[in-house]
């Protein structure tokens, strides 16, 4: 489990952080930059939406995600949220995606195999349907070598399996800071976001694509 702050700034900010995060002499790059591509999953009434828009304390989302371009491997995730600590379900497949409406379903193969059903305690009860593609370049900072901090520009969302609207997709004109840290490290947290200046926000990316593409309005 861990702690999450999340900062939405405009584009127009971009030269800012970069400038702040140059200036914060224990930031490092553990990582390459890399193109996120997740598909959120939901009912048909939008229920773990729903659950996000009115608050409920203990909140789930469900997706599967995989990096860059290359699609023949990918990760089922279930986030469950509690107020700002996140804990993640993860699930490696090496299967290629081949029927997005299958993947959280009974009728997949690869999840009623016995080391994997354990999964499928989190989703026995619902009809999971791909509601959203959400696709970003993340870059990855790690500040003292405990604060995780993600920095997503380029977010794009796609509607899947809702060609009725005008609006299929769209281009956000916000970037997102996450900062990800254990509960122990929260005052050293605190203090590096206070040195930022930027004001931290509730923020899924799940819900502003609805929002964005004019779901929303109808959950």
């Given at each position: 489990?861990?702690?999450?702050?999340?900062?939405?700034?405009?584009?127009?900010?971009?030269?800012?952080?970069?400038?702040?995060?140059?200036?914060?002499?224990?930031?490092?790059?553990?990582?390459?930059?890399?193109?996120?591509?997740?598909?959120?999953?939901?009912?048909?009434?939008?229920?773990?939406?729903?659950?996000?828009?009115?608050?409920?304390?203990?909140?789930?989302?469900?997706?599967?995600?995989?990096?860059?371009?290359?699609?023949?491997?990918?990760?089922?995730?279930?986030?469950?949220?509690?107020?700002?600590?996140?804990?993640?379900?993860?699930?490696?497949?090496?299967?290629?995606?081949?029927?997005?409406?299958?993947?959280f379903s009974y009728k997949n193969d690869f999840l009623t195999k016995q080391e994997n059903k354990f999964f499928l305690e989190?989703?026995?009860?619902?009809?999971?349907?791909?509601?959203?593609?959400?696709?970003?370049?993340?870059?990855?900072?790690?500040?003292?070598?405990?604060?995780?901090?993600?920095?997503?520009?380029?977010?794009?969302?796609?509607?899947?399996?809702?060609?009725?609207?005008?609006?299929?997709?769209?281009?956000?004109?916000?970037?997102?800071?996450?900062?990800?840290?254990?509960?122990?490290?929260?005052?050293?947290?605190?203090?590096?976001?206070?040195?930022?200046?930027?004001?931290?926000?509730?923020?899924?990316?799940?819900?502003?694509?609805?929002?964005?593409?004019?779901?929303?309005?109808?959950i």
């Amino acid at each position: 489990m861990r702690n999450e702050i999340k900062i939405p700034i405009n584009k127009n900010f971009d030269a800012y952080f970069q400038n702040w995060k140059d200036f914060k002499s224990k930031i490092s790059r553990p990582y390459k930059d890399r193109v996120i591509n997740t598909v959120y999953y939901d009912t048909e009434n939008f229920t773990t939406a729903q659950d996000n828009l009115i608050g409920v304390s203990r909140r789930y989302k469900y997706r599967i995600r995989w990096y860059n371009s290359e699609s023949e491997s990918f990760n089922y995730e279930i986030k469950i949220k509690k107020n700002n600590i996140a804990e993640k379900i993860l699930l490696k497949s090496n299967k290629n995606i081949q029927n997005l409406n299958n993947l959280f379903s009974y009728k997949n193969d690869f999840l009623t195999k016995q080391e994997n059903k354990f999964f499928l305690e989190y989703i026995s009860s619902l009809d999971l349907r791909p509601k959203l593609k959400v696709s970003y370049l993340r870059s990855y900072f790690l500040y003292n070598n405990k604060i995780r901090i993600t920095y997503d520009q380029k977010i794009n969302f796609h509607l899947i399996n809702r060609f009725d609207f005008k609006k299929n997709q769209i281009k956000d004109f916000m970037n997102v800071i996450e900062i990800k840290f254990d509960p122990d490290d929260f005052n050293l947290a605190s203090s590096l976001v206070k040195s930022s200046k930027f004001i931290p926000k509730r923020f899924s990316k799940y819900l502003r694509g609805l929002y964005l593409l004019g779901i929303a309005n109808y959950i």
